[in-house]
């Protein structure tokens, strides 16, 4: 039976990037079948001591110890920004993200973490200090300071990050028929090492055609042309630089297209891999296809998926 007095909070998988947007786009997914894709942090109560215990599907990929879990260093970054000591806390994390994956596994722990103790402690701050408190947190993982996995994981949807604003992101328009399936291959890719073979500067010429495909995608996405949207998710500054290790992304690209899928990519930094489909037929085969030809070990995973909507929340007990 579930303790009552238990809180339970839960943030949901994201996808940095979306190829057309480095840095600047990130949307949450969510499993057509209900299920939680994401994490699940647990309130048990307060105690003399801060303690974390973990459970979940991928919880062997986490160290051993949990001292350096994000959860716990978020919860001291949280303190410090308050400003004064709060009761410690009994916790639980449910681990149901892999690690290194692409799919904003660090995010998902920092958002579920910081969302719970702003929610429990009487939500001492506003969603955008919250907000970059998230993402300061997020970039002592990934290495830099950006929103586009904790935005997403946080508010829900499809987020773009508005550079110099206030405002931080804003949501935009998605296609109702558009369905993503995800797939993990069941192997590790850490952050900091995708982002060190990325190029340190980017032509004029370069930069103009970023600027371009990103505006072109975002267009289409208010006018509702999805022929448009796809066409212009072109990965001009990532994916050149990272397929020495994906090197399966191009065939794979290939082989979905002629069965239909609008867009295969790099789900973040990878090496999950994720592909729009506009039909749930196309979909289904494309998690087939992929769970056979890309999977490598038991860790993966591979699901369809639909825009979540909502982001971080608490879950009824």
């Known amino acids: 039976m579930q303790n009552n007095n238990i809180k339970r909070y839960y943030a949901p998988a994201s996808t940095g990037n979306m190829s057309v947007g480095f840095d600047l786009l990130g949307a949450a997914f969510e499993p057509l079948d209900g299920s939680l894709l994401g994490d699940v942090l647990e309130i048990q109560g307060e105690a003399a001591t801060l303690t974390l215990t973990i459970s979940g599907r991928y919880v062997h990929q986490l160290p051993a110890g949990t001292s350096d879990n994000l959860v716990i260093k978020a919860f001291y970054a949280f303190e410090q920004a308050l400003g004064r000591t709060l009761p410690r806390l009994t916790l639980h994390l449910q681990k149901n993200l892999p690690v290194g994956s692409g799919l904003g596994s660090s995010a998902c722990s920092i958002v579920v973490a910081f969302y719970a103790f702003n929610d429990y402690f009487d939500q001492p701050f506003s969603q955008a200090e919250l ?35 206030t405002k931080i992101c804003r949501s935009l328009p998605w296609f109702a028929d558009w369905q993503v399936v995800l797939c993990y291959p069941g192997t590790v890719l850490s952050t900091k090492a995708a982002r060190e073979v990325l190029p340190k500067q980017l032509s004029l010429a370069h930069s103009i055609a970023f600027a371009g495909t990103l505006s072109r995608f975002v267009s289409a996405l208010y006018s509702q042309e999805q022929a448009e949207a796809a066409a212009a998710l072109q990965d001009l500054v990532a994916e050149p630089a990272r397929l020495p290790l994906i090197p399966e992304l191009l065939p794979l690209r290939t082989a979905l297209a002629a069965a239909g899928v609008l867009h295969l990519g790099i789900s973040g930094a990878g090496p999950t891999l994720f592909a729009l489909c506009n039909s749930a037929a196309i979909a289904e085969q494309t998690a087939h296809y992929l769970q056979e030809h890309y999977a490598k070990n038991q860790d993966a995973l591979t699901v369809v998926c639909r825009l979540a909507t909502a982001g971080a929340r608490a879950l009824e007990n």
């Open 131 to 165: 907000l970059q408190l998230m993402a300061i947190a997020e970039g002592g993982v990934s290495g830099s300071v950006h929103y586009d996995n904790v935005a997403p994981s946080y508010l829900g949807g499809l987020q773009l990050m508005l550079s110099g604003s």
